[in-house]
């Protein structure tokens, strides 16, 4: 027994099809007792496959509307382009980053024009995020810990419970020279909602990311709600 799936993208009418196969599986017909339906390393690779071309359809279908210049109407030369990563709940999946010319019309208002800036604004999708940080609250600090010592990476880390102030700003500093950043770096910082520590980050010369610490937080309301 021989399987072929296929996957089709119309425009919703059916008038323009693509067609796209992703799969064959072969079963012998004298198969052994119980071995019936897909393995679990095929369902899998099934499911990936799938992921990978939609990605890239959409990817495709929005560049394409988006590479017409609205005020004057002409088509902007591709530039150059790179493989791009993307993490999504399904797995991996990789899409081409292209990167345009600005309209000679000079409506653009950069020399490049990058279409997916604003579209695909990270490395990972919106729900595997939420699933993280579902998980995440879950955790025990010390279980989190050892899930990223895993991933191979040792971050460094600073906390402080100390309140808003020079000092603060200070050790923050300090710490952030001693770990080798420079001014266009990106600082995370973590805090259970207190502005104090957040205060702070806005006030260093580097883009901060404000991240809530929702494991910390679900210890305060379960407090309240015993209450």
Request: net charge positive.
């Given at each position: 027994m021989r399987c072929t799936i296929v996957l089709e993208f119309d425009d919703g009418n059916a008038t323009a099809v693509r067609r796209v196969e992703l799969m064959r599986f072969h079963r012998a017909n004298c198969a052994s007792s119980g071995d019936v339906g897909l393995s679990l390393t095929e369902g899998k690779s099934l499911v990936n496959r799938v992921q990978q071309e939609f990605v890239e359809e959409q990817v495709s279908r929005y560049c394409a509307s988006q590479q017409a210049c609205k005020a004057c109407g002409a088509l902007r030369r591709v530039h150059d382009g790179h493989s791009s990563e993307l993490k999504t709940t399904l797995g991996k999946v990789f899409y081409c980053r292209?990167?345009?010319?600005?309209?000679?019309?000079?409506?653009?208002?950069?020399?490049?024009?990058?279409?997916?800036?604003?579209y695909i604004k990270q490395a990972s999708t919106g729900e595997l995020r939420w699933l993280h940080a579902e998980l995440d609250a879950t955790m025990p600090y010390r279980q989190a810990k050892q899930v990223m010592d895993q991933s191979g990476k040792q971050p460094r880390v600073w906390a402080s419970a100390m309140p808003r102030t020079k000092r603060l700003h200070e050790e923050m500093m300090n710490f952030l020279e001693d770990s080798g950043y420079n001014d266009p770096d990106e600082v995370c910082v973590v805090t259970d909602g207190a502005r104090d520590l957040a205060g702070v980050a806005d006030n260093l010369p580097f883009d901060t990311e404000w991240v809530l610490d929702w494991a910390h937080i679900g210890r305060m309301m379960r407090h309240v709600d015993q209450a």
């Open positions: 292209d990167r345009w010319q600005a309209c000679k019309c000079g409506a653009d208002r950069s020399r490049y024009v990058s279409p997916l800036k604003n």
